[in-house]
C-alpha cells in the first residue's frame, strides 16, 4: 500500500536534538508525517538496541491497541521503502497489536546521523542494557571522533556517567554476559570494573548471583577483601631485615641447598626454614645435608 499523509497535530516540534525540524516545515518540503504499510518497513541492522524484552513489548502492544501509536516512527526512505531509524520498540509492538499501518516522519540523515538518532533514543528511553548502551556510546565515538566530554553533551549524561558506561566493556566476558541477560545490574557492573584482578571479578559475580547481593554488599564485599589484603602486605612489610652477615649465610645456604631457604633471627638465636616442591627434591636436599651425596 501507498504511503499516505495524515494529520496528527502539531505537536511534534522538538523530536531529537541535534536534527529536529518542525512537523510544519517537513510538510512544507513535502516530508510530513505519512500513514506506511508495515510491511514496507524495514529494521535498522545497526540499532543499538539488540533484546526486546518480551513481558515489556506485550505491554507496549496491548496500550498501542488501545491508543494507537501516539508517537510516530522516524524513517529514512529507500526507494519504495523505509528503514527505521528510530522506533523500532513500537513498530514491534505494532504489529504484535495487529497494526497494518503505521504513522511514521521521514528524515533524510546519513548513515552517522541515523546511527547516534537511534543511540539517542534508545538512551533516553532507557530501553538498553548497560552492555548494549555502552557499545552504542563507545561506536558513537570512533564513528564520529567524539571525546568522552562531546558524547556526554549530545547525550545528556555526565562525563563520568560516560566513562563508568566505557568501562563495562573492559569486564571479562563472562560478566559481560550477565550485564546483557540481566542477572548483574549496571551497579554491579562499575563496582567490579573498579577491580583488576579477572578471576577475582568473575568470582565475585557469581557470589552477587548465588547470595544475591545488593550493589552497597558488594562494594562492603570488595572493601573488606582490600582491608585483607593490605593487612597482608603490611605483615610482609613489617618483617624485620636480617643483619648484613645473616643474609649472606642466607644466600649460602640457597646456593648450597639449590632450594629456597630462608633465615629468621638474629646473630645468637634464630630459626632455618628449608623448602622442598616435590619427593626427589626432599630426597636431594637430605642427601645434601646428610652428607651422603
Not at 539488540?50 to 491508543?67: G, M, Y
Not at 526507494?79 to 522506533?87: D, E, K, L, V, Y
Amino acid at each position: 500500500m501507498a504511503a499516505q499523509k495524515t494529520g496528527l497535530g502539531r505537536g511534534l516540534d522538538a523530536l531529537l536534538d541535534p536534527y529536529s525540524v518542525s512537523v510544519e516545515e517537513q510538510v512544507k518540503s513535502g516530508a510530513g508525517i505519512l500513514t506506511v504499510n508495515v510491511r514496507d518497513i524495514d529494521t535498522n541492522a545497526l540499532q543499538p538496541r539488540k533484546q526486546f524484552e518480551e513481558t515489556s513489548l506485550n505491554e507496549l502492544a496491548e496500550s498501542i491497541r488501545v491508543h494507537g501509536i501516539v508517537q510516530p516512527l522516524i524513517v529514512k526512505q529507500k526507494g519504495s521503502r523505509f528503514m527505521i531509524i528510530a522506533g523500532e520498540r513500537r513498530f514491534r509492538a505494532a504489529r504484535l497489536a495487529g497494526l497494518s499501518e503505521v504513522p511514521v516522519l521521514v528524515a533524510d540523515y546519513d548513515e552517522a546521523q541515523i546511527h547516534e538518532v537511534s543511540l539517542i533514543e534508545n538512551i533516553q528511553r532507557e530501553n538498553l542494557n548497560p552492555i548494549e548502551e555502552a557499545a552504542a556510546i563507545r561506536f558513537l565515538m570512533k564513528q564520529h571522533d567524539m571525546t568522552q566530554e562531546e558524547v556526554s553533551g549530545r547525550l545528556g549524561k555526565s562525563r563520568p556517567a560516560i566513562a563508568n558506561a566505557l568501562r563495562l566493556l573492559q569486564l571479562p566476558e563472562r560478566v559481560i554476559d550477565l550485564l546483557k541477560s540481566g542477572a548483574l545490574s549496571a551497579g554491579h557492573g562499575r563496582t567490579l570494573a573498579g577491580l583488576t584482578d579477572n578471576v577475582q571479578i568473575e568470582q565475585l559475580a557469581k557470589e552477587c548471583i548465588e547470595r544475591e547481593y545488593s550493589v552497597r554488599t558488594l562494594e562492603e564485599r570488595i572493601k573488606a577483601l582490600s582491608e585483607k589484603k593490605k593487612a597482608v602486605i603490611s605483615a610482609k612489610k613489617d618483617k624485620p631485615r636480617l643483619p648484613a652477615e645473616l643474609a649472606s649465610l642466607e644466600e649460602s645456604f640457597r646456593e648450597s641447598l639449590g632450594t629456597k631457604v630462608s633465615l629468621a633471627g638474629t646473630n645468637t638465636r634464630g630459626r632455618i626454614t628449608i623448602e622442598y616442591f616435590s619427593r626427589e627434591d626432599l630426597e636431594r636436599v637430605f642427601e645434601k645435608i646428610s652428607g651422603k651425596e
